[in-house]
């Protein structure tokens, strides 16, 4: 190689960025006092050069840079950083770190191939290599939030298990392999858990039989924001994750299906005073963490740490990466993990209105961008329903799920917390100019008990984590039928089915956005964990055969989806409204009960029923629905009422039957007469349609 050549090089863009006479370096360090830029070839860990930054000529005010020529077209590269030891810094010239604005990290191409020999460094080295990529003129679907059907699911577990049938498991091109598959479902959306790099064995517990050491699955540790995961590519051996990554995202667009992506700014993977420094700790500690008088980590996310979003410098960190993601990855949408944490200023006081949260709501490239909020942190902020800048987030809508689970559970006192979440969550959103699509409506996510489990367990199950079962939320809602885990009774199985179709079907036929969870279509079980965080293994994998042993199950799933995009009235961009006295128009909706027209809201009724009115929707005219939902343990006839067109009704959904006849198209099923009495069996939901 050459003799490398230095200039004083731009502060902008931070990061490594390709110009015509070399490669721009910078990097934002406010309180360093010695910058070290380290070059290292693809391969072996002998440097090219170290190039010590001169602060009188390579820095501007925070940001210092350099420009080299002479590198070759792809290499490795880090950070050395000294300055001051006092007042919660913890530089370390020791240590070369990664660059915080790498779009790329090489060393992590085999998924769990060996954990780092140093507890306290990282030989993983932000990469610099530009392939070209065609988009081919992709454009986004935009599917409108109101039309969409989101499915939760984690690149690695989805096609990781051998019955997956693809040729590459557990990377983005094996999800590409699965598009077909996710078309014919139905969904509309894929919002993947973290793909951005963690450090998948820097996990401290063990598996308590075996004594092997557990994996982060999940990936809720990041150590690059805008990096996608080496080892979630097949080409990662070529430093390909990024191309891959891109064809995984044109070919979901070619189907229609939008990408959104888990995302997680409210902490690190750097953890607390023990954990492992790769970059931000050793850069500017104090900078890019929430801090306590005395030095230690605030610590709101539950990991160890809490990154200072709200730091101007760090709030720009975020958006560049958001913008990279969007921009440059057309990815379609972002969930952002514990985004409560984004209301806490340096302090960890609540802010009315965060200037991070302001940025992202605001943004013009983020504009058409589709923004979730899971509303809550682990130090006890929860704003579901009032997440700040509200009009342009959605919610993950946790008191949907709770009331629902309770719901179905039979618990007492439920009946008008379900009306009001299958109506929208008017009492969370429509007060402060919300819509219906404002809430993310999901009765199990990666997070929790799979909808199997659901109907399986009463308690979690977690002693394969290595936590004596501590961990994982105890209160679930849940229901095990009747006996605890796996049983041969055909009667707890029966109603087992029965009440998971009831939570599809709720679900399906709520306003507001649907979302499920992978392999819940099919039934898939954890074995009772409730937090599989660190279960790299078939608890966490997807089983595919279980798509053929319990494929009446999945043509149930397949069939309320499409039941849904068929019928715009169970997609409403405004709250249903009852009679008003005032107003000549009909109701949108009218509440029943076992009898017409006397709904019973008690906290001893576990009943209740429904009309749609097909030409109040506020949008496209449909026809009408009737549902009727018996949580009782007993039988319970319920009256049927005149359809508002007064058309003669077909039975759609009786989740009773047995299949094919628990779901069927809309004028193939049974004719119900008006005024009649409709035996609803225990733990059983009714859906008549009128006919066209």
């Given at each position: ?50 190039i010590a930054l001169d602060p009188s000529k390579n820095r501007t005010g925070s940001h210092w840079h350099v420009l080299v020529a002479g590198l070759p077209p792809a290499f490795r590269y880090g950070w ?102 996710l078309k014919w479902l139905g969904v509309t959306a894929v919002e993947l858990l973290p793909i951005h790099e963690f450090e998948e064995s820097d996990c401290p517990f063990f598996n308590p039989i075996t ?482």
């Amino acid at each position: 190689m050459q003799s490398l050549r230095t200039a004083r090089g731009r502060s902008l863009p931070l990061g490594a960025t390709a110009l015509a006479d070399g490669v721009n370096f910078a990097v934002l360090c406010r309180h360093g006092t010695a910058v070290t830029l380290v070059v290292y070839p693809l391969d072996g860990d002998r440097a090219l050069a170290e190039i010590a930054l001169d602060p009188s000529k390579n820095r501007t005010g925070s940001h210092w840079h350099v420009l080299v020529a002479g590198l070759p077209p792809a290499f490795r590269y880090g950070w050395r950083v000294d300055g001051p030891k006092d007042r919660g810094h913890r530089f370390d010239p020791a240590l070369v770190l990664l660059d915080p604005s790498a779009t790329a990290l090489s060393d992590g191409a085999v998924w769990g191939q060996a954990r780092e020999p140093d507890p306290k460094r990282s030989r993983r080295r932000s990469l610099f290599i530009r392939k070209p990529f065609d988009w081919r003129e992709d454009v986004p679907p935009r599917i409108p939030l109101e039309d969409s059907i989101i499915y939760e699911l984690h690149v690695r577990g989805f096609t990781c298990h051998p019955s997956s049938a693809v040729n590459k498991p557990g990377t983005f091109a094996g999800l590409v392999e699965k598009i077909p598959y996710l078309k014919w479902l139905g969904v509309t959306a894929v919002e993947l858990l973290p793909i951005h790099e963690f450090e998948e064995s820097d996990c401290p517990f063990f598996n308590p039989i075996t004594k092997e050491p557990l994996r982060n699955l999940w990936g809720y540790d990041s150590i690059a924001f805008a990096a996608p995961k080496a080892a979630y590519a097949s080409a990662a051996a070529e430093h390909g994750q990024v191309l891959e990554f891109r064809r995984m995202v044109r070919a979901f667009h070619v189907a229609g299906i939008e990408v959104f992506l888990d995302v997680v700014f409210n902490h690190t993977g750097e953890g607390d005073d023990r954990g492992r420094t790769y970059s931000f700790r050793a850069l500017d500690n104090e900078l890019y963490y929430l801090l306590g008088p005395d030095g230690k980590y605030l610590n709101f996310s539950g990991c160890g740490n809490t990154v200072n979003c709200n730091h101007p410098v760090v709030r720009q960190l975020i958006m560049d990466c958001l913008r990279y993601w969007v921009a440059d990855m057309h990815v379609d949408g972002l969930r952002f993990d514990l985004a409560s944490v984004f209301g806490r200023d340096i302090h960890g006081n609540v802010l009315l209105e965060p200037p991070v949260v302001e940025s992202i709501a605001e943004d013009g490239v983020l504009a058409d961008t589709k923004l979730i909020a899971e509303p809550w942190d682990a130090a006890g902020l929860y704003q579901v329903g009032h997440f700040p800048f509200g009009s342009r987030w959605s919610e993950w809508n946790g008191r949907y799920r709770d009331d629902v689970r309770r719901f179905w559970r039979g618990d007492p006192g439920t009946v008008g917390d379900l009306a009001t979440r299958l109506c929208g969550s008017a009492d969370l959103y429509q007060a402060s100019g919300r819509r219906p699509y404002h809430s993310i409506n999901f009765v199990t996510c990666h997070d929790g008990f799979t909808l199997w489990d659901l109907v399986s367990y009463n308690q979690k199950h977690n002693e394969a984590n290595g936590e004596n079962n501590r961990d994982g939320m105890t209160e679930n809602f849940s229901w095990n039928s009747g006996v605890e885990g796996p049983t041969d009774d055909p009667q707890v199985l029966s109603l087992r089915r029965r009440r998971a179709k009831n939570f599809i079907a709720t679900l399906l036929l709520s306003q507001g956005v649907p979302m499920l969870l992978a392999g819940d279509e099919f039934l898939r079980t954890q074995q009772g964990n409730n937090n599989a965080w660190c279960q790299d293994n078939e608890i966490s994998w997807l089983n595919w055969n279980l798509a053929r042993t319990n494929a009446d199950f999945l043509r149930f799933v397949r069939e309320m989806i499409a039941l849904r995009k068929r019928h715009p009235g169970l997609r409403r961009r405004s709250f249903l409204q009852g009679v008003d006295p005032k107003e000549k128009r009909p109701a949108d909706i009218v509440w029943h009960g076992p009898r017409l027209a006397i709904p019973d809201f008690s906290a001893s009724s576990r009943t209740i029923a429904f009309v749609l009115d097909g030409t109040q929707t506020d949008r496209e005219p449909d026809r009408d629905f009737y549902v009727a939902c018996n949580a009782r343990a007993d039988a319970v006839p319920f009256r049927v009422p005149a359809a508002p067109s007064r058309r003669a009704w077909r039975r759609v959904v009786d989740t009773a039957l047995a299949s094919p006849l628990d779901i069927i198209e809309n004028d193939d099923g049974l004719k119900v007469a008006t005024t009649s009495l409709y035996r609803l069996e225990p733990f059983s939901m009714l859906i008549l349609i009128s006919e066209s």
